[in-house]
């Protein structure tokens, strides 16, 4: 009641009707205005409003993909192009140096090929220059020798950067490789000792860090280093420059650490024997998950075996030997396995770096495209599906979608997953458990698992 005084308050008293000589004369004016503004709303209907419905629609499932590919021996320069969605839908360019080093021939070729890479830049470059390079030691420096050589080169280095150690775990005693912030020079002593705590330093394997061309070129003589790589050689910066003038925001990463095996161009794509065969340059250097039936497997004589019967898989290269695993776990010809690894198309063969038998109780695992082509055959039936996560926390309700293709449900009846869910992101891998129904295409999961071929 108060709210309707008030505004009956602030609201103008009704006043006498104005002459109607004036409103006759007024009429026409208003007409006029009145079509003149409908013909300005019709034109921007029709002139602005179809470029920006096109536009959202050609936003749409838009996806990281490589549109350049510079291949030098053992590697090669990857120009990818990323959506970005903030403030507004665009795309920017990443580059990327790859090495394919499956054996000791290709590692000798990609340094040979990223050391005359160096030496073309610098020639290009004053002595007072700098450049951000990766430097790979021939063999771990122990602690003391790395001390002495980061004294005499990078203790002005700028950062932010990285280094690659081999570092013992005090209560286990086991050794692994581990990646690290690169220490500032009051920090180095805790870095050549203890770097984190439990771990003790053992040796050093590789070093980011921007020096001066002097430098570089001094630890390029050095009998101690193996190679020292450029983020930005001069065909880097014409590619830069290049796609620069395409208005893309470009960055460069850094060179890649060699530590253990190489890094596929685009990771933990899923698809099946025929089609990898039928199309192999589109998933050259693609990181794919793959199930089949082992054949040809000869663990004393060979370092590869067939899937079913089709598909090279090799098991045994540069910084990967699958043997124990695969004798550890009895796996022989006929048996079924899952497996991840990295398709080269020059060879026809995929490098496995994760492999595990599948047990006879075991569930069969789909991927997301057979599920689909056979949707009737496992209506209401309790299947495993293979995929990516996409448009997690984009849709309302306990739903993501696979490979952006099935909706899987991950509450429901008595059913809540919601901390197997705790912690995934939009593209990781997973493995879905759960009853499949065909007439709304949605998975009810029972069980979610990240996947660790991630």
Known sequence: MNIRKKLWNWCPKPKRPVSTYFTKLAIPLYASILIGGLFLIAYVTVVLLPPMTSSAVDESGRVT??????????????????????????????????NYITCEEDLLAYVNSRTNALDELLRSLSMNDNVQVTVTFKEPLEPAHFKNLYENYFAESDGPNHSAIVAENETSGELKTIILNAPSPEFLEEFCTYPKKGLKTVSMISFEAYIRVDIAKTLMQDPRVLLVDPQECLTIRRLVKKHSLKDFNVIVDRPPMLVKVFEPELSCGTTNIEELLANPSKYDHWRLY????????????????????????????????????????DIGNGDSITLVGTFFQERSTLYADKIEKVKQDDLLMLMVDELLANSAKYDRQTVQVFGNVSELGSVDGPFFKLDGKIVVCYVHDDINLYSQISGVQNGDPIIVEGRFHSDNVTLYAENLRPSKWG
């Open 65 to 98: 993909e490589v549109v350049e590919r510079v291949l030098f021996p053992g590697g090669a320069i990857v120009v990818y192009k990323h959506p970005v969605y903030d403030p507004y839908p665009a795309w920017h360019i990443s580059i990327k140096i790859h």
């Open 290 to 329: 793959l199930s089949g039936n082992v054949s040809d497997l000869n663990l004393l004589e060979d370092a590869f075996f067939k899937l079913n019967e089709k598909l090279t898989v090799c098991y045994k290269y540069y910084g990967i030997d699958l043997s124990e695993q695969i004798n550890t776990e």
